[in-house]
């Protein structure tokens, strides 16, 4: 392998750029400590020329009660279960009228439980586990079967873009059920 001098030439002035890059940043790193030393210096006579106050001074907020007015209300509260007590009761307590029998009753269900057949549509699946599905039910993933049902297609297809834009790697579906 044969290196020619213009090459060459232009290696060596890519070393000497970097060994001079290497000595701007040895010589600022020299500076560096002495910066550091100067600054502390600085925040040593700022330490010693500001001092916090540990205590604030106390608030008398006596000027803002009325001390009179708190006096009688005191006063006024210690008797007041008293006053209560001998003033007469001007209304007579309300009489409930006991509840009417009048009110139907609704038959007991029946105990046998019909089985209610779900409206078909379209349903939205994701495809992680094919013989079992979860289904869309509008807020959230859930059981199959419990899933929400789309009577439109053009609904189904919208709803499934949108989930597809929110959950690009997932696979969905759509089926009808």
């Known amino acids: 392998m044969t290196i020619s001098s213009k090459e060459l030439e232009q290696w060596l002035k890519k070393l000497e750029l970097e060994q001079h890059n290497q000595e701007l940043t040895l010589n600022d790193l020299n500076n560096l400590e002495q910066e550091v030393r100067e600054l502390e210096e600085i925040l040593a006579k700022i330490n010693d020329s500001y001092t916090l106050a540990t205590t604030e001074p106390e608030s008398d907020y006596s000027h803002l009660r009325d001390l009179t007015e708190i006096e009688k209300f005191e006063r006024k509260l210690a008797h007041i279960d008293e006053e209560f007590e001998q003033q007469p009761s001007q209304q007579p307590e309300p009489q409930v009228p006991p509840p009417k029998e009048s009110v139907t009753k609704l038959p007991p269900k029946p105990t ?11 349903v939205i699946c994701l495809m992680f586990n094919p013989k079992a599905p979860p289904e869309w ?20 297809k919208n709803t499934l873009q949108k989930l597809k834009n929110q959950w690009p790697d997932y696979p969905l579906k759509i089926f009808k059920r």
Do not use: D, F
């Open 112 to 122: 046998t439980a019909t089985p209610v057949a779900t409206p078909t549509g379209y």
């Open 137 to 156: 039910s509008g807020k959230g993933w859930c059981e199959p079967g419990k899933g929400m049902r789309y009577t439109n297609p053009a609904l189904a």
